[in-house]
């Protein structure tokens, strides 16, 4: 056998050796979310291929495209399901204290500032992707608006029940410290002091819209 003939056989083995097994829909997109939520939250959605999705999820290439028709459909699949982790987790805090809305604030944001204190924390998923998608009409912003409009009514249904004078008002001012969370974790750094201060700085917000004692940890 020549050699250019036997380098090519020895590609083509190589190549065989790397095909991937077929996977099932329902464990191949299990699979490629997983995938896909890791390497999109650490290294950006435009930065990370469709190729490096599907080396990190273990599946061919074809199943792929049999469960998202494109990069964008599967960015929109991972923003539904950072959605839902999202809402699970401020479901999460608010449950740990029912029929006390001033303190569900605050367990909120204890949990938050706990969160955004640990190692390879990189910010808000919604926020990561607003920046990097600039045209407000991209599926993956829609998505975004979407997720913190619910944000805000979730907090100022939490601000009514709290008695606050102005419901809205308060519930705005807890998003905004919220995204500043996001932005200080990035910028200062995990567990820096301006993020050990939000709870805090949650408290006295409520106490002072909702006329009650200022008692963080009550």
Do not use: W
């Not at 790397?18 to 959605?45: I, M, N, S």
């Not at 998608?133 to 599926?139: E, R, Y």
């Not at 975004?144 to 705005?172: F, H, I, M, W």
């Amino acid at each position: 056998m020549s050699a250019p003939v036997a380098k090519s056989a020895a590609r083509a083995q190589s190549a065989a050796g790397r095909t991937r097994p077929h996977t099932d829909g329902a464990t191949a997109q299990q699979l490629l979310l997983r995938a896909a939520a890791e390497l999109f939250y650490q290294e950006g959605v435009r930065a990370v291929g469709v190729d490096a999705v599907v080396e990190r999820a273990g599946v061919n290439k074809m199943s792929l495209y049999r469960q998202f028709a494109s990069k964008d459909e599967l960015i929109a699949a991972y923003l539904e399901q950072s959605n839902d982790c999202f809402f699970a987790f401020f479901d999460k805090s608010i449950a740990m204290h029912p029929g006390d809305p001033a303190r569900q604030i605050t367990q909120y944001f204890e949990d938050l500032a706990s969160r955004a204190s640990r190692e390879g924390y990189r910010g808000c998923p919604f926020v990561n992707v607003a920046a990097e998608f600039p045209d407000p009409a991209h599926p993956a912003r829609e998505i975004v608006a979407r997720n913190k409009e619910e944000l805000v009514e979730r907090l100022t249904e939490l601000t009514t029940a709290a008695g606050a004078d102005d419901p809205a008002g308060l519930a705005d001012a807890l998003a905004l410290l919220i995204e500043g969370v996001y932005a200080a974790s990035q910028t200062f750094g995990p567990g820096c002091g301006p993020i050990l201060a939000a709870p805090r700085v949650a408290a006295q917000l409520v106490a002072l819209a909702c006329g009650q004692p200022n008692r963080p940890g009550a």
